[in-house]
Antibody, heavy 119, light 107 residues
Framework: EVQVLESGGGLVQPGGSLSLSCAAS????????MSWVRQAPGKGLEWVSV????????FYAGSVKGRFTISRDNSKNTLWLQLNSLRADDTAIYYC????????????WGQGTLVTVSS | DIQMTQSPSSLSASVGDRVTITCRAS??????LGWYQQKPGKAPKRLIY???SLQGGVPSRFSGSGSGTEFTLTISSLQPEDFATYYC?????????FGGGTKVEIK
């Protein structure tokens, strides 16, 4: 059974940093691109970032480029998202999702981890 | 960036109704579009990929159509468990972009 499980969310002050992780199981992790998607409270879905299966290629939404960094360790079946210079409008549930452009979107999603940016 | 305009933003319908949701892309995206269902407090779930391919395990009352810039999700006979918010996603180019969502409510 495919599973992706996020962790690392919490309350952080504006300007602060946070690291999210996503543990994957039930599929050959090294074969698939992986993405982060977020959803602000009461709002719609926003794609954040993707990393290729090898980790050699990454893309970011304009709203997070230069502040967030996506990475992965295929030996540990783990995906990360490093969030720096956080702002109040980064407050959202962050979902880890299996897939990206080359896989026709996302076929599996985690349950999400909440990041709250507030003083 | 490709903009996805989804309509309507909300609708009220009864069990058994036929429901249609539309997404329009700001430029041609071939058939690189998916539809997702999200229930309150839950992660999204993919229903349709590549515009018209049904995700495994999804009931056949869900169907997708379209190509280029105009796409449609149809629920042929709305069931109680279908009341949710639906999103389209273009997977033609980065940044991937979602439509604004359609909330389907009980009439």
């Amino acid at each position: 059974e495919v599973q992706v499980l996020e962790s690392g969310g919490g309350l952080v002050q504006p300007g602060g940093s946070l690291s999210l992780s996503c543990a994957a199981s039930g599929f050959t992790f090294s074969t698939y691109p992986m993405s982060w998607v977020r959803q602000a409270p009461g709002k719609g879905l926003e794609w954040v970032s993707v990393i290729s299966n090898s980790g050699g290629t990454t893309f970011y939404a304009g709203s997070v480029k230069g502040r967030f960094t996506i990475s992965r360790d295929n030996s540990k079946n783990t995906l990360w998202l490093q969030l720096n210079s956080l702002r109040a409008d980064d407050t959202a549930i962050y979902y880890c999702a299996k897939g990206g452009l080359t896989t026709a979107g996302f076929d599996y999603w985690g349950q999400g981890t909440l990041v709250t940016v507030s003083s | 960036d490709i903009q996805m305009t989804q309509s309507p933003s909300s609708l009220s319908a009864s069990v058994g109704d036929r429901v249609t949701i539309t997404c329009r892309a700001s430029q041609g995206i071939r058939n690189d579009l998916g539809w997702y269902q999200q229930k309150p407090g839950k992660a999204p779930k993919r229903l349709i990929y590549s515009a018209s391919s049904l995700q495994g395990g999804v009931p056949s009352r869900f169907s997708g159509s379209g190509s280029g810039t105009e796409f449609t999700l149809t629920i042929s006979s709305l069931q109680p468990e279908d009341f949710a918010t639906y999103y389209c996603l273009q997977h033609n180019s980065y940044p991937l972009t979602f439509g604004g969502g359609t909330k389907v409510e009980i009439k």
